[in-house]
């Protein structure tokens, strides 16, 4: 008897284990698509934040995407999966959600050329503009929306009062009219304010949300997409705070989140495929009834080169070259990795941006530096530093500026800067110091989280005139720094990036410690 028993609890093992396996291999989903339940299905492939990441790049740390490390897969390889999913479901549409064209040397070799060239070869369907797209100004972002093979639409930009893109697409799908509108961040206005605005204006995002999708529900679609770059905080409270009813289904940018499943928001879901070519987002969206019934979202990674695209891993190799050309002298060394990791810059005080304030301050003859976290983009590992880490690291078209302020405009700026802290996903704004320290209540709420400022160990005077090192960006109210905006200019210098390379080739060995610069107390949040 006993041997039956073993006999049968063997059977019922093997049957779960089989069971288990064959559930795996099998999409569930699709299994009831077969059947009949649902009618049909389209997949969406996403990508979003590229910021020039043409390269396949396992190196230095890898990257990181709101505090965790991956490898950047390179457009070469996120073709290769790309081809994949669509010879898997030919029903397919590819999105991007903005911020492609800049923040690589290899991106600004010809403004943009080399990925212009690259997601021309992806087959796209859309985009929507980022702010980053026009960190070259407004002519060169148009002029790239004539160089691609495929369409930017953006319902909340405005030239002259017309409106600058489309503002919305209908793809036929299968049978299925799939509806997709755009809109993008304020912060394309505040990447510009270096350039002449003239004529250019942005428009409420919830106002044209409301208007895109009435338009699109005018045209029967069944489905309607929103590509987004607002970023995923913004586009929930599109939904949540603002009642914008009628969205099948969000793809996010401007945020770098990864979601590793689908959110679902009232009858709305939303995902986001992270940055930096770090992950391909798929979403097989089943409709049932003539609707959205079920979105599953999953995100795909490779380190398998051998799936790249023969052309575009060429013109990455190509540009890649005339980046490294450009940039290949070196200017110094350092015994410790300088620390740019997005979320790190963006919530706290790190080595490499002591380094950048300090060299601020010093090149700028200023008593203090107030710099945006967000402007610091890569990290660079420790030993031989070249003019190629150094544009990776600091990537953005902002120049060296000494103002005049008051000490009582560095108590608002600074507690401004702290509005989403903890947060450090879009609070490029997060300022990093030089010159004084500053304290902030973990407990507190926006407006109220800064507890103190001092300078040379004594409370910061609210009313004495001081010297500040800042970047024309900020003097032009970037990141929502408006207080700045009037300061009486003393000097202007150069790039921040050519900047910092003469200040390193003066040390020769650069070493920057974490010295207690932004203190937090009453922590609620553990770190990231």
Not at 403 to 418: D, Q, R, S
């Amino acid at each position: 008897m006993k041997k039956y028993t073993n006999l049968i609890v063997i059977g019922v093992v093997l049957i779960a284990g089989l069971s288990y396996f064959a559930i795996r291999a099998i999409n569930f989903q699709d299994l009831l698509v077969t059947v009949g339940y649902y009618d049909k299905k389209v997949t969406i492939l996403n990508t979003a934040d590229i910021h020039g990441h043409l390269r396949y790049n396992n190196v230095n740390g890898e990257y990181v995407t709101l505090g965790e490390t991956y490898l950047e897969m390179g457009l070469a390889l996120m073709k290769g999966l790309i081809d994949e999913e669509r010879e898997r479901n030919p029903n397919t549409l590819l999105l991007d959600s903005g911020d492609a064209f800049h923040g690589t040397p290899e991106a600004a070799v010809g403004q943009g050329a080399g990925l212009v060239e690259a997601m021309n070869l992806m087959g796209y369907d859309a985009m929507v503009p980022g702010n980053h797209e026009y960190n070259w100004d407004w002519n060169r972002a148009k002029e790239i929306e004539e160089e691609i093979n495929f369409p930017m639409i953006s319902a909340n930009i405005f030239k002259d009062g017309e409106p600058a893109y489309q503002g919305h697409l209908v793809f036929e799908v299968d049978g299925l009219k799939i509806g997709v509108f755009g809109l993008t961040t304020k912060q394309f206005l505040q990447n510009m304010q270096v350039y002449d605005t003239t004529g250019i204006t942005y428009e409420d995002p919830v106002k044209h949300a409301k208007e895109q999708i009435a338009l699109l529900q005018e045209q029967n679609v069944d489905a309607i997409i929103f590509l987004s770059h607002l970023g995923d905080d913004m586009d929930k409270e599109l939904v949540l705070e603002h009642g914008v009813e009628g969205i099948d289904f969000i793809l996010s940018g401007h945020g770098h989140a990864l979601y590793e499943k689908v959110e679902k928001i009232n009858d709305t879901f939303i995902a986001e495929a992270g940055s930096y070519t770090t992950h391909l987002g798929v979403a097989d969206m089943y409709f049932r009834n003539g609707k959205v019934d079920k979105v599953v979202w999953s995100i795909r990674q490779s380190a398998d080169t051998s799936k790249e695209d023969p052309e575009i891993r060429a013109i990455a190799e190509r540009y890649h070259a005339l980046a490294l050309e450009e940039g290949k002298r070196i200017v110094g060394t350092s015994p410790e990795v300088l620390d740019g990791l997005r979320w790190n810059v963006r919530t706290k005080e790190t080595n490499f941006a002591n380094l950048i304030t300090d060299a601020m301050r010093e090149v700028g003859e200023a008593d203090i530096t107030l710099f945006n976290g967000g402007g610091i983009r890569e990290s660079i590992d420790q030993g031989e530093i070249d003019l190629y880490s150094i544009s990776s690291a600091l990537p953005f078209v902002n120049t060296l500026v000494t103002v005049e302020l008051k000490g009582e405009v560095l108590y608002e700026a600074i507690e401004h800067g702290l509005k989403t802290w903890p947060y450090g996903a879009s609070n490029g704004g997060f300022p990093q110091v030089s010159g004084i320290s500053y304290k902030i209540d973990g407990s507190k709420p926006a407006g109220k989280r800064l507890v103190s400022i001092t300078k040379d160990g004594q409370p910061l005077d609210r009313e004495r005139t001081y010297k500040v090192a800042i970047t024309d960006y900020l003097l032009s109210g970037g990141d929502g720094y408006d207080m700045l905006k009037d300061a009486k200019v003393l000097y202007r210098g150069e790039l921040l990036s050519d900047m910092l390379a003469k200040y390193i080739e003066s040390k020769e060995v650069v070493n920057p410690q974490i010295e207690g610069r932004i203190e937090v107390v009453n922590q609620r949040y553990a770190d990231n």
